[in-house]
């Protein structure tokens, strides 16, 4: 190999050999994916905000995330009543208790967590057509949502378009990866008798699925909008090869799936501009929360010295 030596190097620096250039992404490496918050174009170079880490840092869900955990803590608690005044008695294990009680909700999110990751790759395997890995397939916790799952699809006669696909918006800086665009004529009359509006019965359609709560309670957030009007709203759509596409032109109200053991819902979910110009606004408190706002706030002043305290 032949090193070029510029003027001026020193000799150490003249014998170094030129570190090789990282050969071009190929194939599906070309497809970003996310990291510490961030999408990163191989291609391109360019940073995307993750539209989740968007969310997490730019909407307040303090009020209701306190009284969940509250609520896990409390059920906690009184399902181990025994346990907790045994503990109480000696003092190293009332520390363990004590340890193990607080981070009951934290268990509980992690768990719901888990049971979402799951069940996002069992419907990716599939819309892909794909087998389903073997430990979910055999996952006696993990058979109803499957049965509801494919029960949806079969009720609302719904074809897939794309699954897992990562979309990005270059100029507004945020990438995602959307669970799936689907086509259903089912969904486009019920949607247009919701809305008492014109719904073409080929129109494609952005979907979620959300694992949470329960069928007759809370389980589907008005952020399901805000992230759905992301992806809507993206320019580029990466497919599985790692080319690039224009991201497709959806309705713009999408459908939430929510999946549950015992059932599922089909709830709509408004993805139009006023709720794009919404997200956005999010955006910026995002970038407030984990920028600008931790610079604002300064060391205490200490005190200058007086004319007097100089002359002296």
Known sequence: MTTTVQAGASAPAAGRRRKAAAPAPTGADRIPKPSQGWYRDKVTGAKYRRVTTILEQGTSKGDALTFWAGNITAE???ANLPYLVRS???????TEAYDWLRRAHTRKK????DIGTAVHKIIESHVLGTPIPEELLDDEEMAP???HFLRFVKEWQVTFEASEMVVGNEQHGYAGTLDYLVRSPLIAQAL???FQTDVPADSVFCGDTKTGGELDVKGVYPEASLQMAA???AKVAWLRDGSTVPMPTTFWA????HLRPEGFRLIPAVADDAVFDAFLTVKRNAEWTSGLSKQVIRPALTLPNTSEERAA
Do not use: N
Request: neutral net charge.
């Open 76 to 78: 906690t608690a009184m």
């Open 88 to 94: 109480s008695l000696f003092p190293d294990q009332r």
């Open 110 to 113: 992690d768990e719901r967590a």
């Open 145 to 147: 949502f499957l049965g």
């Open 192 to 194: 247009a008798a919701y």
């Open 231 to 233: 992806y809507r709203h």
């Open 254 to 257: 999408g459908v939430v799936l």
